[in-house]
């Protein structure tokens, strides 16, 4: 049987569904269950990136051709997002292998839950990049959502239910949105296939279209943290557990970003909007950076921080040029794999010193030294600092905003930089507070092996990326040149 | 291949030095002894050998070219001999200290880093190695705790500031030129205008400033280089700010070149004089602060802004001369401040304080650390036979030659400060009275010993022989285009007058011949006490007559008004400022739901009226 990208999709999904099936078999089992399943996308997907680079998978449904079915697109774009989805997720999963625990009195139904909310946010965001059509993109986008307002709620502690209940109320807020736009888009055009939207596209110039277009920066906006719609992040990230934070600041937000720029690259083409959005970007770049500055919380520091990337990403992303997308798809890499790596490192820092506060960081350098190198590779690597992959990343960032020659980009250039010198300095500080600083125990910390497989992993990709970027940037640069390219989509999906 | 193997060798050695201390610390000495011996090894065995190595990276179409030229060697072997040095120093000085295995990691690879930077023939590779250069140098400044780490952050943030700018400016290269080829680019500088160069040229200034210490970008230096790890000071100051003279060499000689970089500038001001004289206010203002210092390494560090400043008058000055004086003047500042470096760290070794107002009369305790500290304080001053002196007067009669009368009276004062604060750390440490409490120390260990004499030696060296290195300094310039001198072991001669070291050891001789005489022919010694000087035959207390507290302190009453650092206050109120906004911005996430709700409603209301706005109009 020819491997076929939907199982991409099915097999997360169907396995979330089993799980609580094969917990009555064994409980212990169904820890490892996002694993597999993880493990299998991430073998699945990386088969499929040769393939896809030149010649995108189309994969129709229940038989129809489009644009009566719905069909997945499997561009490079998709495959690489799948890649990081389920790197990310395979390694965050052997993470909690051992970071989720119930006491014994509430039994193991509880971390059941946990692994199937796991699958299936996974699910959702896999569905995702790999769909074509708008409605599908919604169901997905839905699947994901519920299921990190569930698991930032996880920890059943009065920072997360509130967390939870804002984040659900904005979250619900922008889907309402969202929903609203899929209907002004079908009422105008009659069919919900993301490829025969942006064929008609053309044709209709009616100021609904830009309300849709209005709409769906809102809603997917409010899930990718742009500003000022991002007020859920601090509280969300920062409350959940260490594992789904790096879930979430790893691969939710950046699917959000995907869908806006999914819908504005192939529905409605560069227009004067892209403009708005870069100096949305770099607005949110400042403010989190700053907000991160005087941050007293660890997890606080790097949801803020997060932020900050974000804005960078939407910056890099509405430059317009093949330039910028692909210099926006490396920041995203890089802030995956690194904002993964320090949330992980931060979970067992927190769980040992029982704090979240910067204070108990004190002298950690001694007493969990690995952990604490670890984190300072991926901090440096955040701030872009060589031979670590941000180095790479904001390089061809500050290249893609030079090379349009507009005033304005310099600008926001400049400012970008100034926000990289503020995001060194409260790095800065925490690592020397983690080395240079005296604690007063002095006990050496082992943390389980669970911490170190996935973080090494991390690390290395880091440095490897670093001193070797040409490794992905020319499969970044072709799936640019797909994003940005509507009628390569068009034609692809028709088979014309 | 030989460049990219002795960087390997050395990021390498670093990692294995590390290993090696969790395996016994004997091992981690022998390691990093070594290690550093190789590469001073190897990059002596590459003299002459000019040349480069490309490879290519698939990232952007960058290449990596490692050039071996003049210059980078000249540095090389500077970078490599001192850390050699200092990594002896440090085997008896850091001994019984906590965390060895990281700082002899830190200082192969820091040494490595700057050798990656001299090497690098691309300005991507030489950004690449700058950065790891500034984060490696904070992470082993921090070293100390304490008052270390708001220094290292100082530090380290003004370094970041510097290379955002140079990397504005690195990234315009690219896109005006299409690469980043130092040797591409600098052929075909004839395709941009005087406007854009000076734009550059001014980013860069940001960038290299910085890190020189060029006032008024000079305010991290003092905090960083006293409350380093002593050995690792004589780093700093020694070649870790003449990284930023390398880069201006770079920019202003090297690729801009230096027939547009001379006439760059409107009608009245040229950009080089603009930097000769921002190079005469280091001189000036520096140096007298330097005299007010108590803390013995916060005067030396005060003391390296100065002297970075003859070496920018000397190098923006514009002619063949200046460029020889102050490439020479980098070469000695390097030798005779990591002495004095060393030698204060000896005596902070044995006496646990560096404050001036506490020491004294430790000449007949630590001798050797005396005469270091003398030749280093002649070498500072300018002493004749010192290295110090030659290439001072070369930077003077430069600076005469092209009737640059002020910047010379600036040099001159600031000559004078230099023999006010240079003769503060002699008296104030070795002689005077000595205190009870050092009555018991004991002599210099053995790997103290070593090198400071042999940075003494260097120093007499290069001042009665300045010819050896003359001679190498003056095909550098050659090379880059200025004209090229007479040099001889002995001397220098210019249309306008020769040095000549052999006529003034001579008569320097004839006078140390003369005066012994005259002490043997005159009344025979009668030895006195100490005190019986001081107190003319009277009893005194003597505590109470500590004669080196508050050495200057007449002196000191009426120049410490006009001598607060006025660029320290500004920087840290910007901080302040930066804190204070950053401060505010975070209520925005006030955490009332509503208000979150109400930001996005007007986010949507914003984007809708926006559209609807602009196409009203």
């Known amino acids: 049987m020819v491997m076929n990208p939907v199982f991409l999709i099915v097999v997360p999904l169907g396995l979330a569904f089993f799980t609580p099936i094969i917990g009555l078999l064994s409980k212990k089992f169904t820890k490892y269950v996002p694993v597999i399943a993880m493990l299998f996308n991430l073998i699945l997907s990386i088969s499929f990136l040769p393939k896809v680079i030149d010649n995108p998978i189309v994969v129709t449904l229940a038989g129809w051709k489009p644009p009566f079915c719905i069909n997945l697109f499997v561009g490079p774009v998709g495959i690489i997002f799948s890649i990081l989805i389920s790197l990310i997720g395979f390694l965050v999963a052997i993470y909690g292998i051992n970071y989720i625990k119930t006491p014994e009195s509430q039994g193991s139904s509880k971390q059941e839950k946990y692994h199937i909310l796991y699958l299936l946010l996974l699910t959702g965001a896999t569905g995702i990049v790999l769909t074509g059509d708008i409605f599908n993109l919604f169901v997905f986008f839905e699947i994901l959502c519920i299921s990190s307002y569930v698991l930032v709620a996880y920890n059943q502690d009065k920072n997360g239910i509130e967390a939870a209940t804002k984040y659900l109320i904005q979250g619900s807020v922008g889907s309402a949105f969202i929903l609203i736009g899929i209907g002004f888009l079908y009422g105008l055009f009659g069919t919900l296939n993301m490829a025969d939207i942006a064929q008609k596209i053309g044709d209709v110039n009616s100021p609904t279209l830009f309300i849709a277009m209005a709409l769906f920066i809102t809603g997917f906006g409010i899930e990718s943290a742009m500003f000022p719609l991002n007020a859920w992040l601090p509280d969300a990230h920062s409350s959940a557990p260490s594992s789904i934070s790096a879930i979430l600041s790893g691969i939710a937000i950046h699917i959000g970003i995907y869908a806006i720029f999914r819908i504005l690259y192939t529905l409605f083409g560069v227009n004067s909007v892209f403009t708005f959005l870069a100096i949305m970007g770099i607005i949110t770049l400042l403010i989190g950076e700053m907000s991160a500055f005087k941050q007293e919380n660890i997890k606080r520091v790097l949801a803020y921080s997060s932020m900050g990337q974000i804005g960078l990403i939407i910056f890099a992303l509405s430059i317009g040029t093949v330039n910028g997308v692909s210099a926006g798809l490396f920041q995203i890499v890089t802030h995956t794999i690194s904002k993964a790596l320090l949330f992980l490192c931060v979970g067992y820092m927190i769980y040992y010193t029982k704090s979240m506060e910067l204070s108990s960081l004190k002298g950690l350098g001694k007493r969990m030294p690995l952990t604490s190198f670890l984190f300072t590779i991926g901090a440096f690597s955040l701030i872009g600092l060589p031979p670590f992959i941000g180095f790479p990343s904001k390089l061809s960032i500050i290249f893609a905003g030079l090379k349009t020659s507009d005033p304005l980009f310099l600008i926001l250039i400049i400012l970008l930089l100034c926000a990289t010198v503020i995001e060194g300095a409260y790095f800065f500080k925490i690592i020397q507070l983690l080395y240079f600083k005296k604690s007063e125990k002095k006990d050496h910390i082992k943390p389980p092996f669970t911490l170190f497989l996935p973080a090494i992993i991390l690390a290395i990709l880091i440095i490897f990326i670093g001193l070797y970027p040409g490794f992905i940037s020319s499969i970044l640069n072709k799936s640019a040149a797909e994003f940005v390219d509507k009628f390569f989509y068009i034609k692809t999906v028709f088979g014309v | ?617």
Request: aromatic share 16%; with cysteine.
């Open chain 2, 1 to 617: 291949m030989t460049l990219q193997l002795i960087l390997l060798i050395g990021f390498g050695g670093a990692v294995l030095t590390y290993f090696a201390g969790k395996i016994s610390s004997k091992l981690r000495e022998i390691f990093a002894v070594m290690i550093s011996l190789i590469l001073v090894g190897m990059i002596i065995s590459i003299y002459g050998k000019y040349s480069q190595e490309i490879l290519t990276l698939g990232f952007l179409d960058f290449r990596i070219i490692f050039t071996l030229n003049r210059l980078s060697w000249l540095f090389a072997i500077i970078v490599s001999s001192l850390t050699f040095v200092t990594i002896v120093f440090s085997l008896s000085y850091m001994k019984g200290k906590e965390n060895l295995n990281f700082y002899y990691m830190m200082m192969i690879f820091i040494s490595v880093s700057m050798l990656g930077i001299v090497f690098s023939g691309t300005l991507l590779l030489f950004y690449i190695f700058w950065e790891i250069m500034s984060w490696s140098t904070f992470l082993l400044i921090s070293y100390n705790k304490g008052k270390a780490l708001s220094a290292g952050l100082k530090y380290v943030i003004m370094s970041i500031i510097g290379s955002t700018a140079m990397l504005i400016a690195i990234v315009s290269i690219y896109i005006k030129f299409g690469t980043l080829d130092i040797s591409a680019i600098s052929q075909n500088i004839n395709i941009v205008s005087f406007n854009y160069i000076t734009y550059i040229l001014a980013l860069f200034f940001i960038g290299f400033g910085v890190k020189a210490a060029v006032v008024p970008l000079h305010t991290w230096l003092p905090d960083a280089h006293s409350e380093a790890p002593s050995p690792f000071s004589a780093i700093l100051s020694g070649i870790l700010i003449k990284m930023g003279i390398y880069g201006f060499i770079l920019i202003m000689y090297i690729i801009i070149g230096i027939k547009i970089s001379l006439v760059l500038g409107t009608e009245w001001i040229k950009f080089h004089y603009v930097l000769a004289w921002l190079g005469a206010i280091s001189i000036l203002i520096p140096s007298f602060i330097a005299i007010l210092q108590n803390d013995a390494k916060r005067l030396l560090a005060w003391s390296s802004i100065g002297q970075i400043g003859y070496i920018i008058v000397g190098i923006s000055i514009g002619t063949g001369l200046g460029f020889i004086g102050g490439t020479f003047h980098l070469f000695n500042h390097a030798i005779f401040k990591a002495l004095l470096f060393l030698c204060i760290a000896s005596v902070e070794y044995q006496t646990r304080t560096r404050n001036l107002n506490q020491l004294g009369g430790l000449i007949k305790k630590m001798p050797i650390t005396f005469t270091g500290v003398l030749i280093g304080g002649f070498g500072l001053i300018g002493i004749p036979l010192t290295n110090g002196f030659v290439s001072k007067w070369l930077i003077y009669k430069s600076l005469f030659d092209s009737n640059q009368y002020f910047l010379l009276f600036f040099s001159l004062i600031g000559t004078w400060a230099a023999i006010f604060y240079g003769y503060k750390i002699i008296h104030n440490i070795f002689l005077g009275q000595l205190p009870e409490k050092y009555k018991d120390i004991k002599k210099e260990p053995l790997s103290m010993k070593i090198p400071i004499i042999i940075l003494s030696f260097t120093v007499l060296l290069f001042g009665i022989f300045p010819g050896l290195i003359l001679k190498y300094i003056n095909n550098l310039g050659v090379s880059i285009g200025f004209q090229k001198f007479n040099v001889s072991i002995m001397g220098i001669s210019t249309e306008t007058g020769m040095l000549n070291m052999l006529n003034i050891a001579f008569a320097l001789f004839i006078a140390i011949i003369l005066v012994y005489l005259i002490f043997k022919i005159g009344k025979k010694k009668v030895k006195i006490n100490q005190y019986d000087n001081y107190g003319a035959g009277s009893y005194i207390p003597v505590d109470k007559y500590h004669y080196t507290t508050k050495y200057y302190d007449p002196l000191y009453r009426v120049i410490r008004p006009f001598l607060t650092d006025y660029f320290d206050k500004f920087y840290s109120w910007i901080a302040n400022c930066v804190k204070s906004i950053s401060d505010t911005i975070r209520k925005i996430y006030c955490g009332d739901l509503n208000y979150y709700v109400i930001y996005i409603l007007g986010f949507l209301a914003t984007i809708i009226v926006l559209k609807i706005g602009s196409k009203l109009w």
